[in-house]
């Protein structure tokens, strides 16, 4: 009777560790939106506060058999931005490593670290517009809702210049909140 109640919780071990695996290697698609709080205002004494939608799709690197897992998420997005009475528009994508660590069945924890190319049309004495890079640095927390369908929140740091290109080149930083539906690719 021992062997038997072993066996079957190690059978039911084997099964919860390869439903975590799961969760943590697998490939999706998704949508989000993030939200940009001024980190200082601008010399014009407006606020540089984008609204970012996009998609993402993250691909695992590797197969893992721990809690731990790194991937690459591509981010295409269009920003929002209402500046001086007028809605400005910003465009690029983003890639990102992204380290997981899975902290419980269903939950993860990622630290993520992109960068990518964009173009912003605002204008001001700190930054030209025109082609800039988006470097980001985040927090995510991703859950598993059902089947195969998984919600996540961010919080992070943006720095948004165009590398000494063009004049001025102060770049503008924002602390980006954020959300994300996304789907498994079986």
């Given at each position: 009777?021992?062997?038997?109640?072993?066996?079957?919780?190690?059978?039911?071990?084997?099964?919860?560790?390869?439903?975590?695996?799961?969760?943590?290697?697998?490939?999706?698609?998704?949508?989000?939106?993030?939200?940009?709080?001024?980190?200082?205002?601008?010399?014009?004494?407006?606020?540089?506060?984008?609204?970012?939608?996009?998609?993402?799709?993250?691909?695992?690197?590797?197969?893992?058999?721990?809690?731990?897992?790194?991937?690459?998420?591509?981010?295409?997005?269009?920003?929002?931005?209402?500046?001086?009475?007028?809605?400005?528009v910003e465009f690029g994508?983003?890639?990102?490593?992204?380290?997981?660590?899975?902290?419980?069945?269903?939950?993860?924890?990622?630290?993520?670290?992109?960068?990518?190319?964009?173009?912003?049309?605002?204008?001001?004495?700190?930054?030209?517009?025109?082609?800039?890079?988006?470097?980001?640095?985040a927090l995510a927390y991703?859950?598993?809702?059902?089947?195969?369908?998984?919600?996540?929140?961010?919080?992070?740091?943006?720095?948004?210049?165009?590398?000494?290109?063009?004049?001025?080149?102060?770049?503008?930083?924002?602390?980006?909140?954020?959300?994300?539906?996304?789907?498994?690719?079986?």
């Amino acid at each position: 009777m021992r062997f038997l109640s072993f066996f079957i919780l190690f059978a039911f071990a084997i099964q919860l560790q390869a439903q975590k695996e799961t969760f943590l290697n697998q490939k999706y698609w998704g949508v989000f939106v993030q939200y940009g709080i001024a980190y200082k205002e601008l010399p014009e004494q407006q606020l540089y506060q984008p609204v970012l939608i996009g998609a993402v799709y993250h691909l695992p690197l590797y197969q893992s058999k721990t809690a731990f897992n790194v991937g690459m998420n591509i981010m295409p997005q269009i920003g929002l931005v209402r500046y001086n009475a007028k809605i400005k528009v910003e465009f690029g994508a983003n890639v990102q490593f992204d380290a997981n660590l899975r902290i419980a069945e269903k939950h993860i924890l990622s630290l993520r670290a992109g960068a990518g190319p964009h173009f912003i049309n605002v204008e001001t004495r700190r930054q030209a517009k025109g082609f800039i890079f988006s470097d980001n640095f985040a927090l995510a927390y991703r859950t598993l809702l059902k089947d195969t369908q998984q919600l996540g929140i961010t919080a992070g740091w943006r720095h948004i210049s165009n590398a000494g290109l063009m004049q001025p080149n102060g770049g503008i930083d924002n602390i980006m909140l954020g959300l994300e539906f996304a789907k498994w690719i079986e």
